[in-house]
């Protein structure tokens, strides 16, 4: 039943994290914008369209049912050993997060997907919606990575549904801009990504961007020595978009953000590749 229902599960995820992060950030906001919604979520959720579509009609799989293969031809790593079923879906979404985290971590250091994932780092400001502001390319970039790292591990239908959900809800939330108290904060980011740890990603400075890649869990960071605890800047006077100029009034529109790839910016000296 799960294929059937996953495209409505993943709306309804989609619109109850969007309701109560919006609902939160009005509330409680961490950071004075920089730009109106009005002006940046239309091209969002027109992304979030474009990407649906190009992907349903270009992909072949998606990756549930690339799971639902893998699982049904026993391929795998975690096949070849008889696991109990909740340690299995513990160890598939791990992995799957862990491939997640190396996309990433190549998406800012190789010069063509950092034009793709460019796209996601221009925002002006970081909010709920950011979290879905990623480049068609790009997401179908990602499609054919998880459904390699589902190939290699075996994981089964039930953690690729879960992790995609996951993954979903925990890009919304930690891209949200919500005030956390600070102590509550500290520890929730030894368990997950929290919007302070991953808002650091976001910074104009370079060594900051390269910071804090994780998405749900925290501690490939930590573990690789990525992580880094606040911006020098603080957040509040933290810049939040890119070191290189670009056309700051338009950056929001749909059609700036289809076509940003394949725009040339000038670059600072040391950095000729972003």
Not at 70 to 76: A, K, L
Request: one cysteine or more; aromatic letters at 12%.
């Amino acid at each position: 039943m799960i294929p059937e229902s996953e495209a409505i599960v993943r709306l309804l995820v989609f619109g109850g994290v969007l309701v109560l992060m919006a609902g939160w950030e009005w509330l409680a906001p961490r950071k004075q914008r920089v730009t109106t919604r009005w002006r940046r979520w239309p091209g969002h959720f027109g992304l979030v369209a474009v990407n649906n579509l190009v992907v349903r009609l270009v992909a072949p799989l998606t990756t549930l049912q690339v799971a639902v293969y893998v699982e049904s031809h026993g391929w795998g790593v975690l096949s070849l050993v008889k696991w109990p079923e909740w340690l299995e879906v513990v160890a598939a979404i791990v992995w799957l997060d862990f491939a997640i985290f190396l996309q990433h971590v190549m998406a800012h250091a190789v010069p063509f997907f950092w034009r793709l994932h460019r796209v996601h780092h221009a925002d002006l400001d970081l909010d709920v919606t950011s979290g879905v502001r990623f480049h068609t390319l790009e997401i179908l970039f990602s499609t054919l990575l998880k459904s390699a790292a589902i190939a290699v591990s075996g994981a089964g239908v039930w953690s690729v549904f879960l992790f995609e959900i996951v993954l979903n809800a925990s890009a919304m939330f930690n891209h949200s801009n919500v005030a956390i108290p600070v102590g509550l904060d500290r520890w929730l980011r030894w368990l997950i990504v929290t919007p302070d740890m991953h808002r650091v990603h976001h910074s104009v400075v370079r060594r900051e961007t390269d910071s804090n890649y994780g998405f749900n869990l925290p501690w490939w960071d930590r573990l690789l020595g990525t992580y880094r605890d606040q911006p020098e800047a603080g957040h509040d006077g933290m810049t939040v978009g890119l070191d290189d100029p670009h056309d700051d009034t338009r950056c929001g529109r749909l059609d700036w953000l289809l076509t940003n790839p394949f725009r040339q910016f000038r670059s600072q000296p040391e950095q000729p590749d972003r």
